[in-house]
C-alpha cells in the first residue's frame, strides 16, 4: 500500500532526479504498516576506534575499496529512497571523518529539500578540524559516540588514546555553529555504570543531551551476556536516586529511538532501550552499507544488494521498484524476537563475522 504523504517540495538537486523526487514523494508502508522514513547511510567500513562491544577481535575482513559507493552514487540512490518517503538521512561508518571530502557528501545531500533532517554519528576523534567545514557544508547536526570521560577507561574500551581529541571535537559544535547535540553512551554494567551522572553534568557544559544505550547483543558484540545490561528502569532509578524525581518528556516523533526524561531542573537526557524494551512496532529506519547492500533491521543476518543492479544501468524507477517491494513485504522485528529468546546469548560468533563483514556493526553502521 502506498501512503500519499503531505505537501513536498521539489528536490533541487544536480546529477541525477528521480521522477519520483520531482513528481513529489510517496510514502511505502510494510506488514505492519512502518513507513520508510529514515536512512542511515555508512560511507566507509574502517573505524580510528576499537570499541570491544564493536570491533572486539584483533582481525577484519574489510570491504573492497571498489565497491565502495562513490558520493554520486550515495546521491542518486538517496533521490530514490527520498522518492519514497524517506526524510531523514543520517551518516554513519565505520567512522564516517575517515571519508575523504565527507563536506563535499555533505554538500550533495544537502541540496535535497525533502530531507529534513541530515545529521552525522562520529566518534569524534577527528571531528574539531572538520565541524566548522561540515557545518557550513550544510550538515545538520551531530551525535559523538562517547562511553566514558576517564582516559584510562577510554584506553580499555577503545583501546586508543584519543580522548582529548574527542572531548575537544564535541566542544567545538557549539562554536562551529551546532545546535541539539546528543552524545550516544552504550552502559555496560561493571564497566561504565558509574559514570550516568558525570556524562549528564559533561552534557550540561557542552551543551548535548545524552542517551543512554542498553547494551545490545548484535554484530561485534561477541562478549554480550545478559548480567551486562544495565536496564533502563536501573538507569532511570540511579539518576532518581542522584536528582530526584526523572520525568517523562513526550515528543511529537513517535519513532524516535530514545525515549527522553527530564531532571527537577529541567536538564534532559534519552534512554535507547531496544534490549529490554524493544521499539520495533515504530522502527521506520533503512540501513545501507558502505558498498550498497540494504539492511531493513540492525539484527538481520542478509541484505538486498543495490549496488549490483546500480552499477549494471538500472534506472531509478527500476532501483525504485525494487526496494518499494521489498520494504512492501518486510516483518522485520528482530530486537523483540531476541527479548523472547529462551536462551539468549550474543548473536554471532567471532568465526561467522570474519566469513561475512556485512554482519559488523562497524560494516552497516549501527
Known amino acids: ?33 512502518r513507513p520508510l522514513r529514515n536512512l542511515r547511510i555508512s560511507v566507509v567500513d574502517r573505524c580510528n576506534l576499537r570499541c570491544q562491544y564493536c570491533m572486539p577481535e584483533k582481525d577484519y575482513v574489510w570491504l573492497a575499496r571498489e565497491d565502495l559507493l562513490s558520493f554520486e552514487e550515495i546521491s542518486r540512490l538517496t533521490d530514490v529512497f527520498i522518492g519514497l518517503g524517506v526524510q531523514k538521512v543520517r551518516l554513519t561508518g565505520g567512522e564516517p571523518l575517515l571519508r ?16 529534513r533532517d541530515l545529521a552525522m554519528t562520529t ?21 559523538v559516540s562517547l562511553d566514558t570521560l576517564r582516559p584510562e577507561r577510554f584506553l580499555t574500551l577503545t583501546r586508543r588514546d584519543c580522548l582529548s ?11 562551529a555553529g551546532f545546535t541539539d547535540t546528543k552524545i550516544d553512551t552504550v552502559v555496560i554494567r561493571g564497566v561504565n555504570d558509574d559514570e550516568l551522572t558525570e556524562l549528564i553534568e559533561f552534557c550540561r557544559q557542552v551543551p548535548a543531551e545524552v542517551r543512554f544505550i542498553e547494551y545490545m547483543d548484535v ?70 552499507t558502505a558498498d550498497g547492500i ?13 549496488r549490483t543492479p546500480l552499477r549494471d544501468g538500472a534506472t531509478d524507477d527500476e ?16 530486537a523483540e524476537a531476541r527479548l523472547a529468546a529462551r536462551h539468549r546469548r550474543p548473536l554471532l560468533s567471532a568465526e561467522r563475522l570474519k566469513r561475512d563483514p556485512h554482519l559488523e556493526m562497524h560494516t552497516r553502521g549501527g
Not at 520531482?22 to 511505502?28: D, F, I, L
Not at 531493513?296 to 543495490?306: E, F
Open 165 to 175: 581529541a574527542v572531548l575537544e571535537g564535541i566542544r567545538s559544535l557549539t562554536p
Open 123 to 143: 566518534n569524534g576523534v577527528r571531528l574539531a578540524e572538520q565541524a566548522e567545514t561540515l557545518r557550513d557544508a550544510g550538515l545538520h547536526r551531530v551525535t
Open 219 to 288: 554484530g561485534g558484540a561477541t562478549g554480550w551476556s545478559s548480567e551486562k545490561v544495565l536496564t533502563r528502569e536501573e538507569i532511570l532509578a540511579a539518576l532518581a536516586r542522584h536528582y530526584g524525581s526523572v520525568e517523562p518528556v513526550v515528543d511529537e516523533d513517535e519513532s524516535a529511538p530514545a525515549d527522553r526524561f527530564a531532571l527537577p531542573d529541567g536538564t534532559t537526557f534519552g534512554v535507547i532501550s531496544s534490549t529490554t524494551q524493544p521499539f520495533c512496532g515504530s522502527c521506520d529506519r533503512a540501513r545501507l
Open 1 to 33: 500500500m502506498l501512503l500519499r504523504s503531505g505537501e513536498r517540495t521539489v528536490a533541487d538537486d544536480v546529477g541525477h532526479n528521480s521522477s519520483a523526487v520531482a513528481a513529489g514523494s510517496e510514502r511505502v508502508v510494510d506488514q505492519y504498516r
Open 294 to 306: 540494504w539492511y531493513r533491521c540492525l539484527y538481520a543476518l542478509t541484505g538486498t544488494d543495490l
Open 319 to 334: 532501483l525504485r521498484g525494487v526496494i518499494e517491494s521489498v520494504w512492501r513485504a518486510r516483518r522485520d522485528r528482530g
Open 100 to 115: 575523504r571530502d565527507m563536506p563535499e557528501l555533505v554538500r550533495q545531500l544537502a541540496r535535497k529539500q525533502d530531507i
